[in-house]
């Protein structure tokens, strides 16, 4: 069977259709693009700082284009200051412009494996708007201090204008940071990005131990990433996360934890990004049973997370189902409008009591919608935003991030379908993970 007799494009498509989607970009945006490519330089001065000259890096996917972020860390007297810059989408889309309008309907952008359907045009979320490396780029900074015991001080958000000196990859920073592999090409032919790497590691391990301290789950999920060439499957591999992911991912999580916390201070109303205490915690309770373990009977993240641990370094092999089990049943995250004199409930899963998606403005709404909130902050202007306008467009973000990982999930399974049909009759070794009137679900070793 060739892969003309499935044309994985095509059903990715009608799945965007079927789920809400719309894959198309309006007629308006194609004029508000011209205007955008024939714009002026980035603006100087009005209050930007000009932080062009440090040593500036990103880390993400092999893939990914639209890069929403980037880092620098330097050694302070109360720790190691840490900056994040976010790409400053709002500048290039106003609301109520043709862009922002798909946008805000669709609301995030979306990685079939075979094609990415991306929120905003790719000449904006992988060049005008991402801080693509040895460009000039308008971004919002999250400054914070990270003290030796993971405290988190000194904090402060402001515009300013940055330049990616390096462009680098989950894959190749992780194993170097974990001395399992050399150096990548940029990394070992500078020192200076090499100290400042191990410095923002150093930062996001603090981090992370706080973070377990408070009680976050650890759940060290296995997933499976298609292998695609000219649009061909070629396979599907294993997918984990490493330690610069894990960098990153402790970065963003204190970042988004910053900005919720200002923006609360300043009163205005805001969206967070919640995930409440699990209403099926007692299903929870007797997953852990079976394994003879007890958890308490109300929802205690810190034990959950004792207890995934204590099962990865008893039985590693069966880990990946026990920690699959858990992400289900402790229910999926949502967004909701936040007042600042409203009691909000959390992030269980990150044990925060403050958050809020921020660092992703190419890739989602919500955190566009938290940067124009902030930026309002800091000009001392009015708020972009009403209060009944938030609660709808958290509900919306809501509903079309459930319907994208129903796309996801689709065609995953498809693209796995396509991957495995010419191994049809072969012997595999697995790992059984489920078995159901529909069939027996396993997991290829």
Known sequence: MSDTEFDLFASARQEMIDEGFHPDFPLGVQEQLKILQSRAALPAGGGLRDLRSLLWSSIDNDSSRDLDQAEFAERVSGGIRVMIAIADVDSDVTIGSPIDQHASEETTSVYTGIKTFPMLPELLSTDITSLNEAADRLAVVIEMVVGGDGAIS??????????????????????????SSAAPAKVAASAALQ?????????????????YRLGALNIDRVEAEAVITDGQVQGINAHKKNRASDLIENF?????????????EAGVCSIRRVVRTPERWPRIVELAARYGESLPI?????????????????????????????????????Y???RPD?????????????????????????????????????????????????????????????????VERVMNKRIAAVALRSQIGQTFMAVVTGVTPKGVFVRVA
């Open 298 to 334: 109300q929802p205690d993240s810190g034990a959950l997370n004792a207890f995934l641990q204590k099962r990865k370094a008893a039985d590693a092999v069966h880990y990946a189902d026990v920690s699959l089990a858990v992400v289900k049943l402790k229910g999926p995250g949502e």
């Open 154 to 179: 000194s904090t402060g958000i402001y515009r300013a204008l940055v330049r990616n000196q390096a462009q680098l990859t989950y894959s190749a920073v992780g194993s170097w940071l974990e001395g």
């Open 342 to 406: 409203g009691d909000q409930p959390g992030h269980f899963a990150l044990a925060a009591h403050d958050y809020t998606h921020s660092t992703a403005p190419n890739r989602r709404f919500a955190d566009t919608v938290t940067q124009r909130l902030i930026k309002a902050v800091l000009s001392q202007s009015q708020p972009p935003y009403s209060d009944p306008q938030l609660d709808s467009i958290a509900r919306n973000c809501t509903l079309k991030e459930d319907a994208a990982r129903k």
């Open 252 to 264: 963003m999580v204190a970042a988004n934890g910053v900005m919720a916390r200002k923006l609360t």
């Open 336 to 338: 909701v409008l936040s």
């Open 195 to 211: 100290a400042q790497l191990k410095l923002q590691d150093e930062a996001a391990q603090s981090l992370l131990d706080e973070r």
